[in-house]
């Protein structure tokens, strides 16, 4: 099993930038793949990025490819979201989740949630 908490989110002005990250608890953390999500408002989950149990792949959503960044150390047991040229539209609360398998963006296959971290991003 594994417990996440995420932190790093807050209020910032368009174009700026924020960095998430994601603590994770639980012996076999390295074997999970990881993704950020997104949710705003009124609106469903929506993946925004992934990477690889080793770090060796990521893939990012259209909408943040170029902005963000998703990183992970796991001797650490940590995951990272750097976010720059932030966007009003970007303002959501972002969770981070673990899947057995990399490369899905769809939140059915993510078997643990964190308790997500607002990021509102002002005009």
């Known amino acids: 099993q594994v417990q996440l908490v995420e932190s790093g989110g807050g209020l910032v002005q368009a174009g700026g930038s924020l960095r998430l990250s994601c603590a994770a608890s639980g012996r076999t953390f390295s074997s999970y793949a990881m993704g950020w999500f997104r949710q705003a408002p009124g609106k469903e989950r929506e993946f925004v990025a992934t990477i690889r149990w080793s770090g060796s792949s990521t893939n990012h959503a259209d909408s943040v490819k170029g902005r963000f960044t998703i990183s992970r150390d796991n001797a650490k047991n940590m995951v990272y979201l750097q976010m720059n040229s932030l966007r009003p539209e970007d303002t959501a609360v972002y969770y981070c989740?673990?899947?057995?398998?990399?490369?899905?963006?769809?939140?059915?296959?993510?078997?643990?949630w964190g308790q997500g971290t607002q990021v509102t991003v002002s005009s």
């Open positions: 989740g673990a899947s057995r398998a990399y490369g899905s963006v769809s939140p059915s296959a993510y078997a643990y």
